[in-house]
């Protein structure tokens, strides 16, 4: 009965952007540090941006992950993208307080940069 599900991938042209949904059903977010991540074949699984339980949002590079509890989501706002960031990116939650222990993974959407 629990999901946590991507949408928002495809294909963008090398200096694009693209906005990448996660919503979590079946359970709330408002317990648990969410993250992004990526991996491009033949490479490990690698951390993009993540955020505590009561951040909103955080910046990391080119790359901003916000919070919107209200609608059991999270987004990865992707700027100035470069084909290097082709990967398949994922979404997790990790429980804390009441929910410590509690882990999920999204399936995964692809991202494609290429012109």
């Known amino acids: 009965q629990v999901q946590l599900v991507e949408s928002g991938g495809g294909l963008v042209q090398p200096g694009g952007s693209l906005r990448l949904s996660c919503t979590a059903s079946?359970?709330?977010?408002?317990?648990?540090?969410m993250s992004w991540h990526r991996q491009a074949p033949g490479k490990e699984r690698e951390l993009v941006v993540g955020?505590?339980?009561f951040e909103t949002a955080r910046g990391q590079d080119r790359f901003t992950i916000i919070r919107d509890n209200a609608k059991n989501s999270v987004y990865l706002q992707m700027n100035s993208l470069r084909p290097e960031d082709t990967a398949v990116y994922y979404c997790?939650?990790?429980?804390?307080?009441?929910?410590?222990?509690?882990?999920?993974w999204g399936q995964g959407t692809q991202v494609t940069v290429s012109s």
């Open positions: 079946g359970f709330t977010l408002k317990n648990f540090a």
């Open positions: 955020i505590r339980v």
């Open positions: 997790k939650a990790e429980g804390q307080y009441s929910d410590s222990g509690v882990q999920y």
